[in-house]
C-alpha cells in the first residue's frame, strides 16, 4: 500500500518502514521466511525497535486476495509473475490490486515459473529402466522445461505493461498502479537474509536426516555454481540505459517501447 522505493513525488518507506507497517502479508515460503528474516535482523541491529507486519498461511484455492484486502483482512501479498498475476489479480467482481489500496508493484520480486511442469520416479522404478529408456525420459524432460520455460518468459512483458495500464482511465490517479524498484541497500539485506536462511535449512531438526543430507549437498552444488560464473557475471553488468533502448527498424520508426511508468 505505499512503495518501498522512491515513487515519482511519493517518498519510499524502504524496508525498515515496510517491517514496521501493521501489515498483514500473504507471502508464500520460501520468499515469507526471507522477508521475516529480514525484518528480524533489523530489529536485532537496532535500525527498528519493533517488527510489526505478520503473515498468514497461503491456502490453495483459499480465495480472491484482492478480495481479502477490500475486506481488511490483507494489506500486502507477493507478485508471482505479470502472466499468473493477470489472471488471478484482475478481472474480478472485487476489483483489482489498484482499486482496493495496493496499487504499488515492487521489483525485483518473488518469481515462479508455474508453467514449468515436473514428474516425480520412484528410485526403485528408475533403476528397472534401461539405459536407453533413463536418456529417452531425460531428454524429454530437459525439452519440456527449455520450452515451457520459454514461452512462460515470452509472453511476461506484455503482460507486465497490462498491469500497469490497468487502471489508466479511471480518474482517479490514486488507482493507477506504479512501478516501484527496490533500494540497492535493502536487496543487500535482503540477499544476506537469504544467505542465513538456505544455511540454517543444513542444521533445521524439523527435517530428517537424510533430507538434511540432500540438502546440503544440493546447497553446496549451488554455492560452487554461483561462485565459478560471478565472475562472467560481474563483468558483464550491463547499464539500463544501454539495453537496445529506443530500437528503431530498418526504416528508422520506432519498433518497440520499454518505458514503463
Not at 4 to 13: D, E, S
Not at 31 to 39: K, T
Not at 81 to 93: E, Y
Not at 94 to 106: A, C, L, M, W
Amino acid at each position: 500500500m505505499l512503495p518501498v522505493g522512491n515513487a515519482g513525488a511519493t517518498p519510499g518507506i524502504g524496508l525498515a518502514g515496510l517491517c514496521q507497517q501493521n501489515w498483514t502479508f500473504r507471502y508464500l515460503p520460501p520468499a515469507q521466511y526471507v522477508l521475516d528474516r529480514a525484518c528480524d535482523n533489523l530489529v536485532t541491529s537496532g535500525v527498528i525497535p519493533k517488527k510489526n507486519i505478520k503473515f498468514i498461511t497461503a491456502i490453495a484455492g483459499g480465495g480472491s486476495l484482492v478480495k481479502a484486502v477490500a475486506d481488511g483482512q490483507l494489506q500486502a501479498y507477493e507478485f508471482a509473475t505479470p502472466l499468473d498475476d493477470v489472471s488471478q489479480l484482475f478481472g474480478l467482481p472485487e476489483g483489482n490490486p489498484g482499486t482496493v489500496g495496493t496499487r504499488y508493484v515492487h521489483f525485483p520480486g518473488w518469481h515462479q515459473q508455474f508453467l514449468v511442469t515436473y514428474m516425480i520416479i520412484n528410485k526403485k522404478v528408475w533403476g528397472t529402466l534401461s539405459p536407453a529408456q533413463q536418456a529417452l525420459v531425460l531428454s524429454v524432460a530437459r525439452d519440456h522445461v527449455l520450452s515451457s520455460y520459454a514461452e512462460n518468459l515470452r509472453q511476461q512483458g506484455a503482460k507486465l505493461k497490462e498491469i500497469l495500464a490497468a487502471n489508466d482511465s479511471d480518474p482517479n490517479e490514486k488507482k493507477h498502479l506504479v512501478l516501484v524498484q527496490w533500494p540497492q541497500s535493502d536487496l543487500k539485506l535482503l540477499k544476506d537474509a537469504t544467505i542465513q536462511f538456505l544455511n540454517a535449512r543444513v542444521s533445521d531438526a524439523k527435517l530428517a536426516e537424510q533430507d538434511r543430507q540432500n540438502y546440503s549437498r544440493i546447497l553446496e552444488a549451488l554455492r560452487t555454481y554461483v561462485s565459478l560464473d560471478n565472475g562472467y557475471w560481474k563483468v558483464r553488468d550491463v547499464l539500463t540505459a544501454l539495453r537496445f533502448q529506443g530500437w528503431l527498424d530498418p526504416d528508422s520508426k520506432k519498433s518497440w517501447d520499454q518505458t514503463l511508468k
